[in-house]
């Protein structure tokens, strides 16, 4: 097992590189399915979760080549619509590929997916909007089957919750279903937009993305293109988060300061500087942080859950009570009971945690529960007093790139302690 020991109290300082964002990555890379012909992506993080989707590429057929973080996919043959359980159940967002293999074949089969295990994630809205383009799935033992007997027609889907992946799968069938989709109710996060612009650039007639309502003209067939990833704007917020809690002066490179906004304008009522200058932010926080005003998750552009847990260390150490309020994923307070081992005080009530502030976080031995909240645990670390141990480290690389080595460059003392390898 790999862990982190971490000696906190240094204040971050320096420049830190933004790396491309995992959340449009992968569903990019799924696309390339459909998109017939060699696709190069640029700024592709350097991820267990990207690796795993190249894998399922592989197995579909595609020539894969990686070359730091430009990832090329020729999808001019595709040998199967099968995904085999293993390779499903390495991450969550693998349901991707049953719009991108139905929209190339016809049919698909895979197994239901894996992933973070921040709540019970059903995906009946992927499968209620492909059926309305034609699909007929069935469910079996873990299994999905699809075929489209009469081939895939474009229809008016309305979401009853602007799902991501909903809205991606819709996105990625429906460019080559016959006829005009109108998606109602779609997800408006950036990585959806950054989706429709590589899908326009591969032959499909997408407009709206970004919107409440998608236009969705299908064409017969879509060409490979050459693309560049939004940066990761959680990625983003994790190093604000973590220049805020070590009393840090940090600058970002790679970011689009537009889609963090919820996170600056929370991080400078609790008294941090932040300044924006095209695609670069400094942060710089040289007072003890303020409580904030009540931290609501929310589809985009509201507060983003995935930054929900990293805000929750900054509360932590908050001068002052802050309210957080989970509304997207029913289970993701998992960071709570790990951040109270720091001596953090936080009450939680359903979907609501009250976090009292505390004068300083003392050192910890914790696991990181799942993605986001393990990269919270890291930032409790750097800010504590004394030798912090974070295990499981399997989550958090799943969405950092160089985490360690990034967080190093910056000044914080964090060392990654890998396995022993014993015989037999
Ligand atoms: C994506 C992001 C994830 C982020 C989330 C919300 C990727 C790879 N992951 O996940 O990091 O936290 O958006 O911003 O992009 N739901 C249903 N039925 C469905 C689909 C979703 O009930 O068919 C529910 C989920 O259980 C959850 C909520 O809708 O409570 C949000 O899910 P969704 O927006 O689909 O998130 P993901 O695409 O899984």
Do not use: W
């Amino acid at each position: 097992m790999n862990e982190y020991r971490i000696a906190g109290g240094r204040r971050l300082q320096g420049t830190v590189h933004v790396q491309g964002a995992k959340n449009s990555a992968l569903p990019i890379l799924a696309a390339c399915v459909v998109c017939r012909g060699v696709n190069v992506i640029h700024n592709c993080p350097q991820l267990s979760d990207i690796d795993a989707t190249i894998n399922i590429l592989r197995h579909l057929g595609c020539k894969v080549k990686v070359e730091a973080n430009t990832v090329t996919v020729d999808s001019t043959d595709i040998v199967t619509d099968h995904v085999p359980d293993h390779l499903m159940q390495e991450m969550r967002s693998s349901v991707i590929f049953l719009g991108a293999i139905a929209a190339r074949t016809g049919n698909a089969s895979l197994s239901l997916p894996g992933g973070c295990e921040i709540g019970l994630r059903p995906i009946d809205l992927h499968l209620d909007a492909l059926r309305k383009l034609g699909a007929q799935i069935t469910e079996e033992g873990g299994h999905i089957y699809l075929d489209c007997p009469q081939g895939l027609q474009g229809n008016v889907i309305s979401l009853s919750f602007p799902s991501v992946g909903a809205t991606e799968n819709v996105l990625i069938t429906a460019c080559v279903a016959k006829g005009t989709t109108t998606l109602v109710n779609a997800a408006r996060e950036p990585e959806i937009s950054d989706l429709a612009d590589f899908l326009n650039r591969c032959g499909a007639r997408i407009s709206g993305a970004g919107e409440g309502i998608i236009t969705i003209e299908g064409v017969s067939s879509l060409h490979g293109a050459e693309h560049i990833v939004i940066p990761d704007r959680i990625v983003a917020a994790t190093y604000m988060i973590a220049a805020a809690v070590t009393h840090g002066d940090v600058i970002l490179q790679n970011v689009i300061p537009a889609h963090i906004g919820p996170v600056t304008a929370l991080l400078q009522e609790s008294g941090c500087d932040i300044a924006v200058k095209e695609k670069k932010l400094r942060i710089t926080a040289t007072e003890k942080l303020r409580a904030m005003s009540t931290i609501r998750t929310m589809p985009y552009p509201g507060f983003p859950t995935d930054a929900q847990a990293l805000m929750m260390t900054a509360c932590s150490v908050a001068n002052g009570t802050s309210v957080v309020i989970e509304t997207i994923f029913e289970s993701r307070f998992r960071h709570v009971p790990e951040l109270c081992r720091f001596g953090a005080d936080i009450l939680v009530d359903g979907r609501i945690a009250v976090v009292k502030g505390v004068s300083q976080l003392l050192a910890a031995n914790v696991a990181a529960p799942d993605l986001r909240g393990g990269a919270a645990l890291v930032l409790a670390g750097l800010a504590a007093e004394g030798q912090t141990v974070v295990r499981e480290l399997q989550h958090i690389d799943r969405g950092y790139e160089a985490f360690e080595s990034r967080l190093c460059n910056l000044g914080a003392d964090i060392r990654r302690i890998e396995d022993e390898k014993t015989d037999g």
